[in-house]
C-alpha cells in the first residue's frame, strides 16, 4: 500500500522476495510517474536489465497475456510499518539517544514517512516539532526555489523554538537535509563531510564510502581520524553495491542520500535521521560544533547542455585526452 521507498525496500528483504517495485509522482515534474524497480536485496535494479526493461515497454516487444494468465495481487499477512520500526529499533542503541533528550524539528515534505517515522521517534523519547506532517499530492514535486524556501522555514523554526536541529526529508524519504540550532543550513559536501566526522568519531578504523565526485575534504577528514576512504561510482546501484561489502561504516553522497548498510544498503533517510541522532548522542556535541571542524571546501560545479547526437563524441574524446 502506500509507504515510504525505505520502507519497500526493507520488506522485499524481509519477505524474501524475488524483487519489487515502487510507484511514485516524481518529485521533479508534475507530469511524471516514476516507477522505481528493486532486486532481491531492496537495491536499484543494475542498469542492465533496467534498460533492458525500458526497450521493451517503449518498444512494446513483449507478449501480451490473457487475462486467465495474469496473477493475483495480494499484501502480506504481516504489518509492514510495525515490521520496519522494529528493525530500526534493533539496530540502535535506544537508551542512548533517549539519555540525550533531543528536541528535534522534522519537516516531513508531505510525505508518507509522516504515518510512520513519528512512532519511530517517540519510542526514543525525542521531542519532535512536525512540519508539513500530512500527506499531500499536490505539494510532492518542488521545483529549487520552493525547495530552499522550505530549508529556509525549517531554519527559523529552529531558532525561534531553541531546538537542537532541524531534519528536512524529501517526499520518498531517502535524503536528509540539515540545519543546527542557530538555524545554519548545511547541504551538498559539506553535509557529508559533518556525517563523515561523526562516523569517523564514532566508530574505530571506520571505512567511508563517496561517490567520485566527493569533495577531497573528506579524504582529509579520513587521515585525521585514521579512517579509510573508498570511491565509488556516481549512480545509485553501484553506490549501493559497494556500501554492501564488508567493513563499511557509512556510504554518503553530496544529495543528501546516506547509507547505513548494518540496517540496509539503500537510502533511508529515517534510519539515517535516527543515526545522526545517535552519534550526536555518543559524541556528546552539537551540530555546530562539528560544523566548525570542516575543513574550507572549495569546489565549482557547473552543467553543460549536450546534444543526444555529441554524447559519442564528448565521451570518446575525454577517453582519449
Do not use: W
Request: glycine share 6%; hydrophobic share 45%; with cysteine.
Amino acid at each position: 500500500e502506500m509507504v515510504p521507498i525505505p520502507v519497500t525496500r526493507f520488506e522485499l528483504k524481509a519477505l524474501k522476495s524475488r524483487g519489487g517495485f515502487h510507484v511514485r509522482k516524481s518529485p521533479y515534474d508534475n507530469e511524471v510517474i516514476d516507477i522505481k524497480f528493486f532486486d532481491d536485496n531492496g537495491m536499484d535494479l543494475a542498469s542492465a536489465p533496467e534498460k533492458k526493461i525500458e526497450r521493451l515497454f517503449f518498444g512494446e516487444d513483449f507478449k501480451r497475456m490473457v487475462s486467465a494468465e495474469i496473477g493475483e495481487l495480494s499484501f502480506p499477512f504481516h504489518r509492514v510499518a510495525e515490521s520496519y520500526k522494529e528493525g530500526v529499533l534493533n539496530s540502535v542503541k535506544i537508551d542512548v539517544v533517549r539519555s540525550a533528550n533531543f528536541k528535534v524539528v522534522v519537516d516531513y515534505a508531505y510525505s508518507s514517512a509522516s504515518q510512520i517515522f513519528p512512532s519511530i521517534l517517540g519510542e526514543l523519547g525525542i521531542d519532535v516539532i512536525a512540519l508539513n506532517a500530512h500527506i499531500d499530492e499536490t505539494k510532492i514535486t518542488k521545483n529549487k526555489m520552493m525547495f530552499e524556501k522550505s530549508l529556509s522555514q525549517l531554519s527559523q523554526i529552529v531558532k525561534s523554538l531553541e531546538a537542537d536541529l532541524g531534519i528536512m526529508l524529501d517526499t520518498g524519504a531517502e535524503k536528509i537535509f540539515l540545519c543546527d540550532e542557530k538555524g545554519a543550513i548545511f547541504e551538498g559536501d559539506f553535509e557529508l563531510a559533518i556525517l563523515t566526522i561523526l562516523a569517523c568519531r564514532t566508530e574505530k578504523n571506520a571505512q567511508i564510502a563517496v561517490p567520485v565526485k566527493a569533495s577531497r575534504v573528506i579524504d582529509e577528514i579520513a587521515r585525521k581520524y585514521m579512517a579509510r576512504v573508498v570511491r565509488t561510482k556516481t549512480n545509485s546501484r553501484d553506490m549501493m553495491e559497494v556500501s554492501s561489502q564488508p567493513g563499511i561504516t557509512l556510504l554518503g553522497e553530496s544529495l543528501g542520500g546516506f547509507i547505513f548498510p548494518e540496517f540496509q544498503p539503500a537510502f533511508d533517510a529515517m534510519f539515517a535521521s535516527i543515526k545522526l541522532l545517535e552519534m550526536l548522542a555518543k559524541t556528546g556535541v552539537r551540530l555546530s560544533e562539528i560544523a566548525q571542524e570542516v575543513p574550507k571546501i572549495s569546489m565549482v560545479c557547473r552543467d553543460i547542455s549536450c546534444p543526444p547526437e555529441m554524447k559519442g563524441k564528448v565521451l570518446r574524446t575525454i577517453v582519449e585526452e
